[in-house]
């Protein structure tokens, strides 16, 4: 992509700590996640600013020409960018499209964080989330308040849906998660709502990486917790873009509303053109 150094899959394993004793002696009682991830550097020596993507869901971090753009862009500027698959996606391990827990998802992400900070010391770095993305690095900065991150963007976070799942099937949904976590359903996608452009639309429904499963807990989980977003007081102390743009058809940029009214140190970005939700 343009002239960076592209590091290629960049392996790694993660582990779900029970303790801080465990991290320390680096013996966990859980079996570890191979995760991953690709880092991309500018062309210019010296220092520079990292941006860590968090892709969405459904969808690896190089789904289509959007990240590769960004990345394009992120090297004009001298950024470096890096980005990984999250737990049950792309080439990470885990059942496509499931997770145990919502915690897996947040320790994959300060493990990620640690990385990057391995290879780049004093170096600012920035979280970048877009949709599910969006809300995994807004559940991060609520629950982990990590000093690693300089500014964080947060992109048509999955807050709240465009279309109203009906309540009887919310309790359905509820009552067979527990009997059936890892039964997966169709997440009911509409690829042409993602963009305009039908490239990118066409990419996305022809990359072998992407999937358009949801497991019943996987589901259950991002429920629990944008409803804990909602309703929780927070102080998110680092600068927080949350950019969005009204013609989403996937996820409302009422939610990117509601998220700025808690957050003091935001700024909220509303599109009104031709921004669908890529």
């Known amino acids: 992509i343009g002239s960076c150094k592209k590091i290629k899959y960049i392996k790694y394993k ?154 009887y099937l919310l309790i359905i949904q509820k009552i067979m998660h527990t009997l059936f976590p890892r039964v997966r359903l169709n997440n009911r996608l509409d690829v042409k709502d993602l963009s305009k452009d039908i490239k990118i639309v066409d990419k996305y429904k022809n990359d072998p990486l992407v999937h358009d499963r949801i497991s019943l807990n996987l589901l259950s989980e991002i429920n629990k917790t944008i409803k804990k977003i909602k309703n929780k007081n927070y102080n998110i102390e680092i600068p927080v873009l949350i950019i969005h743009g009204k013609k989403d058809k996937i996820i409302s940029y009422k939610g990117s509303e509601l998220i700025h009214k808690k957050i003091k140190n935001s700024k909220l970005k509303l599109y009104d053109l031709s921004l669908i939700h890529i």
Do not use: C
């Not at 959007?66 to 950024?79: D, P, R, W």
């Open 14 to 167: 993660s582990h779900t700590a029970n303790s801080f004793n465990e991290i320390f002696n680096k013996k966990y009682s859980s079996k570890s996640v191979k995760l991953s991830g690709e880092l991309y550097l500018p062309a210019k020596q010296g220092k520079f600013p990292v941006v860590y993507v968090q892709h969405g869901t459904a969808h690896p971090k190089r789904h289509t020409d959007f990240f590769q753009k960004l990345i394009v862009e992120m090297h004009k500027k001298n950024i470096g960018v890096f980005s990984f698959d999250l737990i049950g996606h792309g080439k990470s391990d885990g059942l496509k499209g499931h997770i145990s827990n919502i915690k897996d998802f947040t320790d994959s992400i300060e493990e990620v964080l640690i990385e990057v900070r391995r290879k780049f010391i004093n170096t600012p770095i920035i979280i970048f989330g877009h949709s599910l993305g969006g809300f995994l690095a807004l559940n991060y900065l609520i629950e982990r308040k990590s000093k690693e991150i300089t500014l964080a963007i947060i992109s048509s976070a999955w807050i709240e849906t465009k279309i109203k799942i009906p309540k």
